[in-house]
């Protein structure tokens, strides 16, 4: 049965699955990002039988082995060989999680950030917008859906490559709950966002920047240098395309003649 071999931020992993069944909902659900170009890790995935507890995964590294742990999966890879072992609940949701919790901890290691946010696409450039949960990421989302190619209302892979940041469509959503697509778009800009009556943009200092960007960056990771690496990431990302704040109306979209 040959593997799936998935793209996300131009990072791809293999998965070879046992059960057939699994195979087909992950190629399915993931179609949009199935490369067939060489991965850098091969995962051998068996479906068992998983709880929801502990909802939040663990992650530890020790010796060249990675561990990625939740109550519905458990992830064994040896970062040396590239060649790992997933066990996990057959469901998409499950799979899900892995997936953002594998990539929270690949992309620090590969000049990105797995970041809590929402982004689109405005004339070939990515607008970036960090938030945590009740920002205002799924608003507007909505608002900017009908004239603009939305990365993600969500979770957003950004990468430092030959010179400059990009920003990636992602697989990873919330509310709209879209599949995503897989495409490639230079950073234009990061705003912090949050509601207003008017829409407006004004300043802010690069610290207040680099701690947004710091509480929205994904990780489980308790490892001293992943936390090294993502600061310096996020402070490189606050120093070069750190745009202001965007406050805006939920009212319509106007607010996009401001960016």
Same mark, same amino acid.
């Given at each position: 049965? @040959?593997?799936?071999?998935? %793209?996300?931020?131009?990072?791809?992993?293999?998965?070879?699955?046992?059960? @057939?069944?699994?195979?087909? =909902?992950?190629?399915?659900?993931?179609?949009? /990002?199935?490369?067939?170009?060489? @991965?850098?890790?091969?995962?051998?995935?068996?479906?068992?039988?998983?709880?929801?507890?502990? /909802?939040?995964?663990?992650?530890?590294? %020790?010796?060249?082995?990675?561990?990625?742990?939740?109550?519905?999966?458990?992830?064994v890879?040896?970062?040396?060989?590239?060649?790992?072992?997933?066990?996990?609940?057959?469901?998409?949701?499950?799979?899900?999680?892995? =997936?953002?919790?594998?990539?929270?901890w690949?992309?620090?290691?590969?000049?990105? =950030?797995?970041?809590?946010?929402?982004?689109?696409?405005?004339?070939?450039?990515?607008?970036?917008?960090?938030?945590?949960?009740?920002?205002?990421?799924?608003?507007?989302?909505?608002?900017?859906?009908? *004239?603009?190619?939305?990365?993600?209302?969500?979770?957003?892979?950004?990468?430092? %490559?030959?010179?400059?940041?990009?920003?990636?469509?992602?697989?990873?959503?919330? %509310?709209?709950?879209?599949?995503?697509?897989?495409?490639?778009?230079?950073?234009?800009?990061?705003?912090?966002?949050? *509601?207003?009556? *008017?829409?407006s943009?004004?300043?802010?200092?690069?610290?207040a920047?680099?701690?947004?960007?710091?509480?929205?960056?994904?990780?489980?990771?308790r490892d001293?240098?992943?936390a090294?690496?993502?600061?310096?990431?996020?402070?490189?990302?606050?120093?070069?395309?750190?745009?202001?704040?965007?406050?805006?109306?939920?009212?319509?979209?106007? /607010?996009?003649?401001?960016?």
């Amino acid at each position: 049965m @040959p593997a799936v071999c998935l %793209e996300v931020a131009g990072l791809r992993a293999a998965f070879e699955f046992v059960q @057939p069944g699994f195979r087909a =909902l992950v190629r399915q659900r993931y179609k949009n /990002f199935v490369s067939p170009g060489k @991965p850098l890790y091969i995962f051998s995935v068996s479906a068992v039988a998983g709880s929801q507890m502990p /909802f939040k995964p663990v992650v530890s590294e %020790e010796g060249g082995i990675l561990r990625l742990k939740r109550g519905d999966f458990d992830c064994v890879l040896n970062v040396k060989t590239a060649l790992g072992s997933l066990k996990a609940a057959p469901r998409i949701q499950t799979f899900d999680s892995f =997936l953002r919790t594998f990539y929270s901890w690949l992309l620090p290691r590969s000049g990105g =950030l797995l970041l809590h946010g929402a982004a689109f696409d405005k004339n070939g450039a990515a607008r970036l917008f960090p938030g945590k949960s009740g920002a205002g990421k799924s608003t507007l989302s909505r608002l900017v859906a009908k *004239k603009h190619f939305l990365l993600s209302d969500e979770l957003v892979p950004v990468r430092w %490559e030959g010179g400059k940041f990009y920003a990636y469509g992602s697989p990873f959503w919330g %509310e709209m709950q879209c599949k995503g697509e897989n495409r490639q778009f230079p950073l234009g800009g990061v705003y912090k966002i949050s *509601k207003a009556a *008017k829409n407006s943009i004004r300043d802010i200092r690069g610290g207040a920047m680099l701690r947004l960007l710091l509480r929205c960056s994904m990780n489980f990771s308790r490892d001293a240098g992943a936390a090294g690496l993502m600061l310096t990431l996020a402070a490189e990302l606050a120093a070069k395309k750190s745009a202001g704040e965007l406050r805006f109306s939920k009212k319509n979209a106007a /607010f996009l003649d401001l960016l």
